[in-house]
């Protein structure tokens, strides 16, 4: 890989609305062929992580009234942050990644991949096979996969059938997906930006879960911004995802069909400048939470249009449907990608994208909405950028970028953020605390 902006960069870029000449100001180093597949995986890691240091170090120069810094870019910080699930330790114990029913399973014509790391999408995955965990795998071989599919999401529960790139193409979402952007930013009205606190901290309400929005709020966490995540209380979050993508922030759970709680919500968006949110379509839109001169923030699995449109999803499941598992396995057992990229990548696009509209506001104002989905992020990587031959693995130690840190957790080993230019942050000013243990109000500093 070349030391200078590369083309994912640019097409990135432009697609965040920057100032081409600014690519410039990025370099790469570090070691070659990390993350390697079939798909240009590489190249998406670096170029979501480069374009987001842009943004950051635009954002910085326009607040301090100086040049854009510097960027760099190290491929083995962006390796290892793409993994950082992974590198995750607690007291020196790796947490559970994926559970015993989030995995492929023979359909009677094919595969089809679950998602059950959370109860109660287990607990649907079962109802709606009408079976027990011991007699899943019976269940599922006797069935269709699409029809899998479709009786698991009524459920409630998550299950994609496999399918090959053209096959994606030709499903309704695929196409649907194919026809828009890697990301929408909308201009709503004149408004003027929200940030009346002089010297304060960007307030940033993070309403996401999982990993590609907790990535970016743990992003602007980073940056400064005083990131206050709300949980609801009946839907506690994985204690190794909790971890890993909280650093910087503080953790509060509230229920918002609760009246008390709603009005604390309320004043606290009131007063926030940004709004991210990572539910699917249509999921809190009953609550009313866009506000005049906010940022509003939105990622999905699968989009926020179409017959899926208002469908749960995660990574591992997006890259089944859109022909990712096929590009990267055989046809006897489907593949993965070798980092939950989807994720990752998109995490780090929508903190660029929030941090590229402040600096818009800066200057034109307006209420902003982004939209991003995990599912055009795996377009961007099957049919938009260029698949190069691997070079191969260099001499690459992940412990370079890994910390050790006391946290009321426990002793936590983890991924530094890739996230850097000239002059910014090192590290986060604070590891994760206990999930759902502060009080839900915006910082007084």
Known sequence: M?????????????????????????????????????????????SAVAVCSLAAAERAATLSGGPVPAVRVDHGAVATAFVSERHLRVDRRAPVSFAPLSRFWHAADGWVRTHANYPHHRAALLTALGAGEDDLEAALGER????????????????????????????????????????????????PPRRRRAGGPLRVLDLTRVIAGPVATRTLALLGADVLRIDSPRLPELAGQHADTGFGKRSATLDLDDPADRRTFDALLDQADVLVTGYRPGALERYGLMRTGLVVAQISAWGDEGPWGGRRGFDSLVQ???????????????????????????????????????????????????????????????????????????????DAWLAETASPLGTLRYARSPVAYEGSPADWSRPPGVWGSDTPEWSTS
Do not use: F, K, N
Request: glycine share 12%.
């Open 144 to 191: 269709r996969a699409e029809d899998i599919e479709e009786a698991v999401c009524e459920a409630g529960g998550l299950a994609v059938a496999l399918r090959t790139p053209a096959e994606w193409a030709a499903h309704p979402q695929g196409a649907l997906v194919a026809g828009r952007p890697l990301l929408t930013r909308e201009r709503l009205d004149d408004a």
């Open 2 to 46: 070349a030391d200078t902006p590369s083309h994912g960069t640019g097409l990135l870029w432009a697609a965040l609305g920057g100032e081409p000449a600014l690519t410039r100001r990025i370099t790469y180093r570090g070691p070659h062929g990390l993350l390697p597949a079939r798909l240009p995986v590489m190249e998406l890691a670096r």
């Open 320 to 398: 089944v449907a859109s022909g990712i598992a096929a590009i990267e396995g055989s046809p006897e057992q489907p593949g993965a990608l070798p980092a939950q990229a989807l994720d990752h990548a998109t995490g780090y696009l929508l903190a660029a994208a929030v941090l590229r509209s402040l600096t818009e506001q800066d200057t034109d104002g307006g209420t902003r909405l982004l939209r991003l989905a995990l599912a055009r992020t795996a377009r961007l990587l099957t049919a938009v950028l260029p698949r190069e031959p691997g070079t191969g693995t260099g001499p690459y130690a992940p």
